[in-house]
């Protein structure tokens, strides 16, 4: 589970530092189980594990982790891994799904994420999805206070103003979490 950019010729391609690029930050490998999903007019089915995840990650706030959190419309799981088997698949950063407090009476039939994870290196800074959208959020916010700079002559004034709206969001997006 290792995603490296790669040129025309399969080749790795490098960066400035001589690393290789890692792309996987971008992926979420989802190996489920299938969720078990109920619908009005369908009745039960075995769901895509990448769509359910995909539909809990739309509903997150960018700073909240899908870790921990139930598959929303889902009742059970086709099958389930093992302990040993969600720890190896974890391990190698792919997305799984288990039912919490097994063998107890108040055990769960819902569907939670194990780890929210992503395919980038296990030494990446993007390892965790939530750090791409937090990330992802930021830039998006700057980009939208400096669009109106854009075209604009490069002075001392401008500058100072795109500073002082780059910290003012910024600081907002801190402020809710």
């Not at 075995?46 to 809990?56: D, K, N």
């Not at 598959?71 to 039912?99: A, I």
């Not at 937090?134 to 604009?152: K, L, S, W």
Request: with cysteine; charged share 20%.
């Amino acid at each position: 589970n290792v995603h490296y950019m790669r040129d025309n010729n399969g080749d790795i391609i490098y960066d400035e530092n001589n690393n290789p690029m890692d792309i996987g930050w971008y992926t979420s490998v989802v190996v489920g189980p299938e969720p078990i999903c109920t619908s009005p007019t369908l009745g039960n089915y075995y769901g895509s594990p990448a769509i359910a995840y995909a539909a809990l990650n739309a509903n997150l706030k960018a700073q909240s982790a899908p870790t921990n959190k139930a598959l929303p419309g889902c009742t059970g799981m086709r099958y389930k891994f093992s302990n040993k088997q969600l720890n190896d698949l974890t391990g190698n950063r792919f997305v799984t799904f288990k039912l919490k407090s097994e063998g107890v009476t108040s055990a769960s039939k819902i569907p939670y994420v194990v780890d929210g994870c992503t395919s980038g290196t296990a030494s990446s800074d993007y390892a965790r999805l939530t750090t791409v959208k937090v990330v992802t959020r930021c830039v998006d916010e700057i980009r939208e206070v400096a669009d109106p700079f854009i075209g604009e002559p490069n002075t001392v004034e401008q500058r100072n103003a795109l500073a002082a709206l780059i910290s003012k969001r910024l600081s907002y997006l801190k402020e809710q979490g």
